[in-house]
Antibody, heavy 118, light 109 residues
Framework: EVQLVQSGGALVKPGGSLRLSCAAS????????MHWVRQAPGQGLEWVGR??????????DYAAPMKGRFTISRDDSENTLYLQMNSLRTEDTAVYYC?????????WGQGTLVTVSS | QSALTQPPSASGSPGQSVTISCTGS?????????VSWYQQHPGKVPKLVIL???KRPSGVPDRFSGSKSGNTAYLTVSGLQAEDEADYYC?????????FGGGTKLTVL
């Protein structure tokens, strides 16, 4: 059974940094387009960025508000996806999800809460 | 890229049909057949109900259907049931971006 297990959420001060992890089982991350999506409290879903599968060049794209502050990476030996977040702002407070869609299904992590507050 | 536009709310009585729209542009919804719809109950992880405009994942009732015309995609829920009450989000591939709609709260009266 495909599972995406997330970790790393925490309370962090404005300007701080945090790294989120998304470990996959029964699923090879490098063969998939992997996304990060976030949801601020009481708000809708917002796309953060994605890394394409190796066969499509492994290109990484980000939503405009995240460019230059967030970095997506992948450790193929650990089959784990990462989201490094720097220069965090109060408006980055949200539940962060890793997710992927195949041509028949979608798999999402359980979500991890990031709170940016002084 | 701007978010996709969805109506903030929709409603229907049990057994009725409801259609939710998702309007993008010729750069996203109108250009690619990669529109997905997600259902999210409060406090839960979003669940995929439609992918690639019209495809229904295994386990999703055939009461859920998707379509597209021009720059607008649609999700239709037929034979409304109480458990369909949830937030619904569309998502579209846009080349270097992926976009979400603002979400539609579906109320079953």
């Amino acid at each position: 059974e495909v599972q995406l297990v997330q970790s790393g959420g925490a309370l962090v001060k404005p300007g701080g940094s945090l790294r989120l992890s998304c470990a996959a089982s029964d699923f090879i991350l490098r063969n998939a387009w992997m996304h990060w999506v976030r949801q601020a409290p009481g708000q809708g879903l917002e796309w953060v960025g994605r890394i394409k599968r190796d066969a499509d060049g492994g290109t990484i794209d980000y939503a405009a508000p995240m460019k230059g502050r967030f970095t997506i990476s992948r450790d193929d030996s650990e089959n784990t996806l990462y989201l490094q977040m720097n220069s965090l702002r109060t408006e980055d407070t949200a539940v962060y999800y890793c997710a992927t869609e195949t041509d028949t299904a979608a798999y999402w992590g359980q979500g991890t809460l990031v709170t940016v507050s002084s | 890229q701007s978010a996709l536009t969805q109506p903030p709310s929709a409603s229907g009585s049990p057994g009725q049909s409801v259609t939710i729209s998702c309007t993008g542009s010729s750069s996203d919804v109108g250009r690619y057949n990669y529109v997905s719809w997600y259902q999210q109950h409060p406090g839960k992880v979003p669940k995929l109900v439609i992918l690639e405009v019209t495809k229904r994942p295994s386990g999703v009732p055939d009461r859920f259907s998707g379509s597209k015309s021009g720059n607008t995609a649609y999700l239709t829920v037929s034979g409304l049931q109480a458990e369909d009450e949830a937030d619904y989000y569309c998502s579209a591939y846009a080349g270097s971006d992926n976009l979400f709609g603002g979400g539609t709260k579906l109320t079953v009266l």
